[in-house]
T-cell receptor, first 111, second 116 residues
Framework: SQKIEQNSEALNIQEGKTATLTCNYTNYSPAYLQWYRQDPGRGPVFLLLIRENEKEKRKERLKVTFDTTLKQSLFHITASQPADSATYLCPVPGSARQLTFGSGTQLTVLP | DAGVIQSPRHEVTEMGQEVTLRCKPI?????LFWYRQTMMRGLELLIYFNNNVPIDDSGMPEDRFSAKMPNASFSTLKIQPSEPRDSAVYFC??????????????FGEGSWLTVV
């Protein structure tokens, strides 16, 4: 079965810096990857989707890359703000397009 | 549009009692998912329905857990009998299987279950 590993459970960065989160997957070659954000006490919310034939996708201060050779996706938040503090998740789609989530990376942006 | 609606939002129950969690997916969405989230195990997929039919229930932990989807606008997740280790946040999510957003799933706010 597919396995997802995110670079760390927690990441602290200073406000204004670029946060980079990593998602590695094994045993599967998904046609796309997604990134979700989860705030405490809330359900995850979709942010971005990137397909295997796309190298990069941007949305405002967010950027996602997808390297099918490395089996890795990078998620960048530029000019980070304390409001970006949350848990970020990168689920991998299964054969029936059900999404398997890891534990995510808890990002804290320090003012 | 209303999002995925779950009830109850919070429930505290005694070990051995039956627990029923309810979910109303977004209108027009064909797929429905039940997830469980704990600090130790993260967000786990329990069961996935498509057009009201269970497609993948491999994540259902034990026979104490059961899920039904009698129609396109309602699903239940039942735990009988409940145990303290079932304490978690249970999320329901739904997805439309056509259109530009067909790969995106939308989560409810979760049902926070505590079994004492």
């Amino acid at each position: 079965s597919q396995k997802i590993e995110q670079n760390s459970e927690a990441l602290n960065i200073q406000e204004g810096k670029t946060a980079t989160l990593t998602c590695n997957y094994t045993n599967y070659s998904p046609a796309y990857l997604q990134w979700y954000r989860q705030d405490p006490g809330r359900g995850p919310v979709f942010l971005l989707l990137i397909r295997e034939n796309e190298k990069e996708k941007r949305k405002e201060r967010l950027k996602v890359t997808f390297d099918t050779t490395l089996k890795q996706s990078l998620f960048h938040i530029t000019a980070s703000q304390p409001a970006d503090s949350a848990t970020y998740l990168c689920p991998v789609p299964g054969s029936a397009r059900q999404l398997t989530f890891g534990s995510g990376t808890q990002l804290t942006v320090l003012p | 549009d209303a999002g995925v609606i779950q009830s109850p939002r919070h429930e505290v129950t005694e070990m051995g009692q039956e627990v029923t969690l309810r979910c109303k997916p977004i209108s027009g969405h064909n797929s429905l998912f039940w997830y469980r989230q704990t600090m130790m195990r993260g967000l786990e997929l329990l069961i996935y329905f498509n057009n009201n039919v269970p497609i993948d229930d491999s994540g259902m932990p034990e026979d104490r857990f059961s899920a039904k989807m009698p129609n396109a606008s309602f699903s239940t997740l039942k735990i009988q009998p409940s145990e303290p280790r079932d304490s978690a946040v249970y999320f329901c999510a739904s997805r439309r299987e056509t259109g530009s957003r067909r790969n995106t799933i939308y989560f409810g706010e979760g049902s926070w279950l505590t079994v004492v």
